[in-house]
């Protein structure tokens, strides 16, 4: 009878145990939690493989920006440097992902670019509590998404350098002797347990990635210097006010510009249902809020967050602005800062301060998950 503690630790594609049975061997044992813990990070290794592939092609077809910025900054790096361990990193972690290498050569070299990784995630980390520490950002969050990267590639890193510790190596039968028949009892999580545990480990890095975005970036405060600040809008009442949502966006601009940070306040929304215009009460709320009026744009157009960020940059090209800011809630702004740089215009985001409106948003939360995905995978074919 198996022990219920221990499990075969096995490949996805490689069929060990039954290699080991025939053979007349017996597959070593190890803890169910090391096996669970390599299969996961494997999982977590073809998220961020494909993640990094179609980055990589999106770049090499003119897209607008390398989306692989979203989980790494490469940028301390030369140019051609970072583009080989991108595609040495992404190499590796597919790699990892199909075939636990055995031979010590194949780990090295599997692993190199792996730590490469693991050393630009921190260098990332460094570099954001040093911009914390000068006053640069104020972060929200106390540890940065850069820090969960370089966590799960220390992850990958130790499965792809012990992973196969544990896993025997398969042995061809002799052709002299008949191989014994596999026991029905021998046996632990094979090639089908293996793949339905990273897919596992996928589809919930699937989740956290945008979860992370939100939570540690979206709630970082950039409160730098720049010509103009952009206000999302949203709902607003008939009777000319704010929606709490739309108040704590507008507070959090008002501050802003009073502190020196933006001389130019730009209103985007749309038009409501009942034809109240979101951008015009914006306006009167700022302006009322001690905001000059010729401090203020409005873009009545911006029905959706793609076309605020298509029409505001248009407009503030036009007018020779280039530093720009953007204030929304916290589960947004990873989103915004995205469809700004498909835009062609780099910008910096700060969270609004939930004083009306203090809830933790979930249903919006969960929202912008899909949200976040599809317009990610927009920008790769647009």
Known sequence: MMNAGSVTLQSATDGDAAT????????????????????????????????SFLSLGATLLNAAYNQNAWWMDFSFFPSLFSALEQIALTASLGFFAFHLPRRRGVCILVAVPVFLGLFTAVVNTVSVYAAAGEGTIILGFPLPFSFFVALGLFCILISILLGSHYLPASRKPSPRSSPRPSS?????????????????????TGLLFPLGQMHCFGTTDYR???????????????????????????????RFYRD??????????????????????????????????????IDE??????????????????????????????????????????????????????????????????????GWWYYWLLNLVE
Not at 184 to 202: E, K, Q, Y
Not at 229 to 250: E, F, I, K
Request: proline content about 8%.
């Open 20 to 51: 080991e049975a025939q053979a007349g061997t017996t597959p070593r044992r190890v803890p169910r939690l090391w096996w669970l813990f390599v299969s996961l990070s494997r999982g977590l290794a073809l998220f961020l493989a494909l993640y």
């Open 184 to 204: 029905p009892s021998s046996p632990g999580p094979g090639r089908v347990s293996t793949a339905v545990v990273m897919v596992f480990g996928l589809l919930c």
């Open 224 to 254: 730098v210097p720049v010509d103009a600040a952009v206000v999302l809008g949203a709902q607003v009442y008939p009777n000319g006010t704010p929606s709490p949502v739309v108040q704590d966006r507008l507070d959090t601009a008002i």
């Open 260 to 297: 020196g940070y933006a001389p130019l306040l730009v209103m985007s929304g749309g038009i409501d249902a009942d034809g109240t215009s979101e951008a015009q009460v914006m306006r009167d709320y700022a302006i009322e809020h001690g905001v000059d009026a010729e401090d203020i744009i």
């Open 301 to 370: 157009q911006g029905s959706n967050t793609k076309q605020t960020a298509k029409n505001t940059v248009a407009t503030l090209q036009a007018a020779g602005l280039t530093r720009v800011a953007t204030v929304s809630n916290f589960y947004h702004l990873a989103r915004i800062k995205m469809l700004y740089l498909a835009e062609g215009m780099d910008v910096v985001t700060v969270p609004s301060v939930p004083d009306k409106d203090p809830r933790y948003p979930l249903v919006n939360v969960v929202r912008e998950i899909p």
